[in-house]
């Protein structure tokens, strides 16, 4: 079955540290990859997405994020983490087993420590 | 501009009672999907409209959940009969046209079964 994995449940960083949280996908071809963030009571906003071209994607807020199609991996990277990027982020894939709606991810908390 | 909304924001139902939740899509939005995360879950996709009809159904865990789009624009999800696990929040999510287009999604309405 088709499916996105994001492997950590939780990932604690302090403040100014980097960040990466980890998505890979099970699918043959080029998938379409979303990462959303959701803060708490806040809906869901997407962060950046991949189609094509340049595998190095910039989104909202400082975030970017890898396709490495080799690894099947849509990473999410930040260089220096602020207090208020604490929320719960989503990796999502489309085209997965031919159906253009988004499967998600589990979801990975991620906590800032001052 | 005014984004998505849902309504209630949350409702507590008893077991066996029919809830209706309602969605206000983005104006102008095609496409409209509503989505169930369940306490640590991702995100479930329940349905999709195109305009009002639905292409796609598929995620819908059974009869006693059924869900209609008038005049293209607001949807309400129907749960009848409802369960304690049929209890989550019940997101809602609008874009421009196809899933290639960033998805807008609701703060959601979340759903007590006691």
């Known amino acids: 079955a088709q499916s996105v994995t994001q492997p950590d449940i939780h990932i604690t960083v302090s403040e100014g540290a980097s960040l990466e949280l980890r998505c890979n996908y099970s699918?043959?071809?080029?998938?379409?990859l979303f990462w959303y963030v959701q803060s708490p009571g806040q809906g869901l906003q997407l962060l950046l997405k991949?189609?094509?071209?340049?595998?190095l994607v910039q989104g909202i807020k400082g975030f970017e994020a890898e396709f490495k199609r080799s690894q099947s991996s849509f990473n999410l990277r930040k260089p220096s983490v602020h207090w208020s990027d604490a929320a719960e982020y989503f990796c999502?894939?489309?085209?997965?087993?031919?159906?253009?709606?988004?499967?998600f991810g589990r979801g990975t908390s991620l906590i800032v420590h001052p | 501009g005014a984004g998505v909304s849902q309504s209630p924001s949350n409702k507590v139902t008893e077991k066996g009672k029919d809830v209706e939740l309602r969605c206000d899509p983005i104006?102008?939005?095609?496409?409209l999907y509503w989505y169930r995360q369940s306490l640590g879950q991702g995100l479930e996709f329940l349905i999709y409209?195109?305009?009002?009809?639905?292409?796609?159904k598929s995620g819908l865990p059974s009869d006693r959940f059924s869900a209609e789009r008038t005049g293209g624009s607001v949807s309400t999800l129907t749960i009848q009969r409802t369960q304690q696990e049929d209890s989550a929040v019940y997101l809602c999510?609008?874009?421009?046209?196809?899933?290639?287009?960033?998805?807008?999604f609701g703060p959601g309405t979340r759903l007590l079964v006691l």
């Open positions: 999510a609008s874009s421009f046209g196809t899933y290639q287009e960033t998805q807008y």
């Open positions: 104006s102008g939005h095609t496409a």
């Open positions: 991949y189609f094509s071209g340049d595998t």
């Open positions: 999502a894939v489309g085209g997965l087993g031919g159906s253009y709606i988004p499967t």
């Open positions: 409209f195109q305009g009002n009809s639905a292409p796609d």
């Open positions: 699918y043959g071809a080029t998938p379409y």
